[in-house]
C-alpha cells in the first residue's frame, strides 16, 4: 500500500515536471535551503538565548516574539518545497535512511518545542537575563539546536545516499 502511494505521488505531473525538467529540481531545492537556513537560523536565535549564549540583554519572550514568525513562515516555505522535491523521486526518498530520520527528528524537535511552549516557557517573561532561565530552559534549548544541527546533516547525507543501494 506504501509502494502504491508513493509510486502514484512520484507518477504525477509535478513530480514528473520536476524530474525530468532541467532546472526545476534544482531551483526548488535552493528554494529549500534558504528556507531551512531561515528555519534553523531563527531557531537557533531562540535556543542560544535559552542556554545564554546570545540576546543576553533581550529577555526570552522578546527574543521568541521576534524570530518565531519568521520560523514559521520559513517552515511553511520548507514544508512545500520538500513536498515538492519528495514528489520527484518519492520512491527512493520513501526508503532512505537518512530521509526518514530527518523526517523522524523534525517530529522529535516539534515535541522539544511542544514541551517548551506548554510546560517548560511558563514564566519566561521573568528570564529577562541568561542568569535568569532555568536550567529546564536551558536544557530545551541545547536539545532543541543539537536536533536542528543533526535534522541539516542528516538533510545534506540525502543527497549523497538517495540512489545508493540500500
Known amino acids: 500500500m506504501l509502494e502504491t502511494f508513493l509510486q ?23 528554494v529549500h535551503v534558504l528556507a531551512l537556513t531561515i528555519v534553523i537560523g531563527s531557531i537557533a536565535i531562540v535556543d542560544l538565548r535559552l542556554i545564554g ?3 543576553r540583554d533581550r529577555s526570552v519572550v522578546q527574543t521568541t516574539a521576534s524570530a518565531l514568525p519568521v520560523t514559521w513562515c520559513a517552515f511553511v516555505v520548507a514544508a512545500i518545497s520538500g513536498g515538492l522535491l519528495f514528489s520527484s523521486n518519492a520512491t ?12 523522524s527528528l523534525i517530529a522529535v524537535a516539534g515535541l522539544n518545542m511542544g514541551a517548551y511552549h506548554l510546560f517548560v516557557g511558563r ?3 521573568a528570564w529577562r537575563t ?35 543501494p540500500t
Open 8 to 30: 502514484s505521488l512520484q507518477d504525477t505531473e509535478i513530480a514528473t515536471a520536476i524530474r525530468e525538467g532541467e532546472s526545476l529540481f534544482p531551483w526548488i531545492e535552493c
Open 53 to 55: 549564549l546570545t540576546s
Open 92 to 103: 527512493a526518498y520513501g526508503h532512505n535512511f537518512f530521509f526518514l530520520a530527518k523526517l
Open 123 to 125: 514564566g519566561a517573561d
Open 130 to 164: 541568561p542568569a535568569l532561565t532555568p536550567l529546564r530552559a536551558r536544557i530545551v534549548g541545547a536539545v532543541s539546536l543539537c536536533l536542528w544541527i543533526t535534522i541539516a546533516a542528516f538533510g545534506r547525507w540525502i543527497g549523497f545516499t538517495i540512489n545508493a
